[in-house]
């Protein structure tokens, strides 16, 4: 059964920095893209960014420039380099993987149980 478990969420201060990781777990499992969205209460979720198995990446504009997404492959890792972050950062912010599961014989996505970033002063 493939499992995505992230780590370090918390408060910062505005101007501040934090670094989000998450490792997908299976036996068998081939993990291809990786990302991270965000969802704040009522509102949908959305792209923060996400990077394929080769590394290339894509960010949602409101974090281009300030946000660095990268991937371990060995580890089936991902992280999510927070820099600059400003109020609006605040969200439960949810890692993402499309994983093949040669095991079950299929391909699904995942996603982690969630993460609380609040940027508050």
């Known amino acids: 059964q493939v499992q995505l478990v992230e780590s370090g969420g918390g408060l910062v201060q505005p101007g501040g920095s934090l670094r989000l990781s998450c490792a997908a777990s299976g036996t068998r499992i081939k993990v291809n893209d990786m990302g991270w969205y965000r969802q704040a209460p009522g509102k949908q979720r959305e792209l923060v960014a996400v990077i394929t198995s080769g590394g290339g990446t894509n960010y949602g504009d409101s974090v281009k420039g300030r946000f660095t997404i990268s991937r371990d492959n060995a580890r089936n890792t991902v992280n999510l380099q927070m820099n600059s972050l400003k109020p609006e950062d605040t969200d439960v912010y949810y890692c993402?993987?499309?994983?093949?599961?040669?095991?079950?014989?299929?391909?699904?996505?995942?996603w982690g149980q969630g993460t609380q970033v609040t940027v508050s002063s």
């Open positions: 993402n993987a499309t994983v093949e599961d040669y095991g079950a014989g299929w391909t699904a996505e995942y």
